[in-house]
Each structure stands twice: as C-alpha cells, then as structure tokens.
C-alpha cells in the first residue's frame, strides 16, 4: 500500500513540474511575440517616415507634399494617422539674405508613446 501512495506523490510532482513548465513557456512566447509585434512597428514606420523625409527634402513646396501624402494640418503640424502609429511633420523655414533654410522633424508615436524623431533640413540658395 505505501509504494501506490508514493507514486501518486511522485505523478502529481511530475504534472506539477509539466504545469510550471507550460505557463513559463507561455509566458516567454508571449513576451516575443509582443517584441515582434513592436519591432515590426518600428520597422514599417520607420520606413515610411524615411520616405517621407526623402520627398520632403527634394520638393519645393512641403506643405503641399505633405497635403497630397494625406497629412492633414493641425496647429501648425501636419498629422497622418495610420492603424498602429501616428505620424507628425512640424515644418519650420528661416528666410536669411542668402536663401531659405527648411527644417522637418518627423515624429513617430503610437499609443501616446514616441517612438523617434527624425530631423530634416535643408538650405535653399536664392538665385
């Protein structure tokens, strides 16, 4: 009879171990699967904010860019929203004797979070 009760013992020792064993592991692939989700964020925003510091450095005119891109215009910032991240232009130009100095700064946030700024500038020579 005492060498049943011991191997009821050691079974529900064993399925212990394999219960703690499953939420750790549960809990391991949530949390990747969560740094993926971020870093796949990271990656799709910042190649899209890379594009639109590219178009805004070659045009002559950001506002109207940043217009036919979808921005819409609020306080002086140019917002475009998308699914998991929200994307802000502040475009600011400092005219000088010599020309125009043209500085972007693209902001990338998603849950009231910022994820990065990326600067943008640009000297345009008077002729």
Known sequence: MRSGNALLVELLIVVMFFMLTTT??????????NFSTKSELLTVSMVEAQNVADRL???DDPEE??????FEAQDGKWILEKDS?????????????AGVFRRQIIR????GEELYALP??????KP
Do not use: H, I, P
């Open 85 to 97: 991240y929200q994307m802000e232009a502040v475009v600011t130009a400092e005219t000088e004797d």
């Open 57 to 59: 450095y070659a045009s």
């Open 24 to 33: 750790v592991l549960l809990e391991v692939f949530t949390k990747a699967d």
């Open 120 to 125: 943008c500038s640009r000297w345009e020579v």
């Open 65 to 70: 860019l940043l217009d036919s891109l979808g």
């Open 108 to 111: 990338v946030t998603s849950n």
